[in-house]
């Protein structure tokens, strides 16, 4: 099993900063990697797709970057509502596996 | 528009059973991979099952092998999932999402649905 480790567990920053997450897989998963936007009582939302494509809508503050085993999801400029849980998610092989999460918490 | 809606959950007791299902429409199902996801409450997520456009091809967690099924109805546009044997530690929001053609990631989330395992 592919074991993704973010870091760091939670961020603290005021909105107009910027913000990055990383993401660090156990083995390499190419570029098949993914990130999510959790807010609470809400579905996770896709925002990265292999590893820097921006999904359908997504500002473009928000950005992807990396290969491999090492990831990271930039957001350049925090808005109000940027502020939520923050998943990678690899499908390089089964099972498919999710990071712990990174919380991202206003200042 | 995408729309998936989950349904099927709530109080169960250990060792029972429950069918959630999904309904989907606003894209071409039987061309997706389906997906079920679940996120005990304020924990993080985790994958469960996926099953192919078609049907014939299913993968499971190591958690839920053997006691969950997931099935697809393609001219209902519905998914399923068959959950059998149910433990205290299957508690949680069980979301159903698609993924792309060619397996991309879930890119469409259902809101969820709460399955509680208690006694």
């Known amino acids: 099993e592919i074991v993704l480790t973010q870091s760091p567990a939670t961020l603290s920053l005021s909105p107009g900063e910027r913000a990055t997450l990383s993401c660090r897989a156990s083995?390499?998963?190419?570029?098949?990697l993914a990130w999510y936007q959790q807010k609470p009582g809400q579905a996770p939302r896709l925002l990265i797709y292999?590893?820097?494509n921006r999904a359908t809508g997504i500002p473009a503050r928000f950005s992807g970057s990396g290969s491999g085993t090492d990831f990271t999801l930039t957001i350049s400029s925090l808005e109000p509502e940027d502020f939520a849980i923050y998943y990678c998610h690899q499908r390089t092989s089964w099972p498919i596996t999710f990071g712990q999460g990174t919380r991202l918490e206003i200042k | 528009e995408v729309q998936l809606l989950e349904s099927g959950g709530g109080l169960v007791q250990p060792g029972g059973s429950l069918r959630l299902s999904c309904s989907a429409s606003?894209?071409?199902?039987?061309?997706?991979?389906m997906t079920w996801v679940r996120q005990v409450p304020g924990k993080g997520l985790e994958w469960v099952s996926t099953?192919?456009?078609?049907?014939?091809?299913?993968h499971y967690a190591d958690s839920v092998k053997g006691r969950f099924t997931i099935s697809r109805d393609n001219s209902r546009t519905t998914l399923y999932l068959h959950m059998n044997s149910l433990r205290v530690d299957d508690t949680a929001v069980y979301y159903c999402?698609?993924?792309?053609?060619?397996?991309?990631?879930?890119?469409?989330w259902g809101q969820g649905s709460l399955v509680t395992v208690s006694s």
């Open positions: 999402a698609r993924r792309s053609p060619s397996w991309g990631p879930p890119d469409n």
């Open positions: 099953i192919s456009g078609h049907g014939a091809s299913t």
């Open positions: 606003g894209f071409p199902f039987d061309k997706c991979p």
């Open positions: 292999d590893a820097f």
């Open positions: 083995q390499s998963v190419t570029t098949d």
